[in-house]
């Protein structure tokens, strides 16, 4: 069961530009919104985390945007660079239990 | 090392073949999770430690995979009989609070890659 979707699959932009994808869990009882970036054969590494609580969050060029009644939330990536290029996985968290996305490949190109 | 350490980090096994994977979290981390990587998809979660004690195993696909962490630190995943559908990225993490919550950052190993042939 698919507990939380992320979309794009992949994601090509310019360097500069913005980077955006988006996710959407299921489960109410999720209290806690972490974002991983994982670059090839390498374990993810946390990024940024939200919880429902607040709207939004920012952290230098990343920030998460959270819609509660939506069950929605999205990493948005300023002033992409080339070095961001990694698969960035959305979750969701509740007690010990950890729900991925299937993950997204965003490519930079210089 | 600083980090959390995954040995072997790359291994292939016969089908059939019963394989150990084994996690060394950092040191003083009260909990230990292990996760199932599929090639292009997100990691799954197997298995939690708070200590020595299993406290969750409801992610293990099925009998034939046994986990533990006799001391409360270093931890081991068995797969026996492995199978072709096991190939997959065997991911450990740890943090050093209990659960997953907000201000208890997880630390991923870069785990082991498991080939069933």
């Known amino acids: 069961q698919q507990q939380v979707k992320q979309s794009p699959q992949s994601l090509i932009v310019q360097k500069g530009g913005i980077s955006i994808i988006n996710c959407a869990y299921e489960?109410?009882?999720?209290?806690?919104f972490p974002w991983y970036q994982q670059f090839p054969g390498k374990g993810p590494a946390l990024l940024i985390a939200?919880?429902?609580?607040?709207s939004e969050k920012k952290e230098g060029r990343f920030t998460i945007s959270f819609n509660k009644s939506a069950k929605q939330f999205s990493l948005h990536i300023m002033d992409s660079q080339p070095g961001d290029s990694a698969t960035y996985f959305c979750a969701a968290s509740m007690g010990n239990d950890m729900r991925f996305g299937a993950g997204t490949r965003l490519t930079v190109k210089p | 090392g600083a980090g959390v350490s995954q040995s072997p980090r790359y291994k292939v096994a016969k089908r059939g073949q019963d394989v150990a994977l084994r996690c060394d979290p950092i040191s003083g981390h009260v909990s230990l999770f292990w996760y199932q990587q599929a090639l292009g998809q997100g990691p799954e979660f197997l298995t939690y430690?708070?200590?020595?004690?299993?406290?969750?195993k409801s992610g293990l696909p099925s009998d034939r995979f046994f986990a533990e962490r006799p001391e409360g630190s270093v931890s081991t995943l068995k797969i026996q009989r492995t199978q072709q559908e096991d190939s997959a990225v065997y991911l450990c993490a740890s943090s050093p609070r209990p659960g997953n919550r907000a201000g208890n950052t997880i630390y991923f190993g870069e785990g082991s890659w498991l080939t069933v042939v």
């Open positions: 489960n109410t009882a999720f209290d806690y």
């Open positions: 939200i919880r429902p609580d607040v």
């Open positions: 430690f708070q200590n020595e004690a299993q406290l969750d």
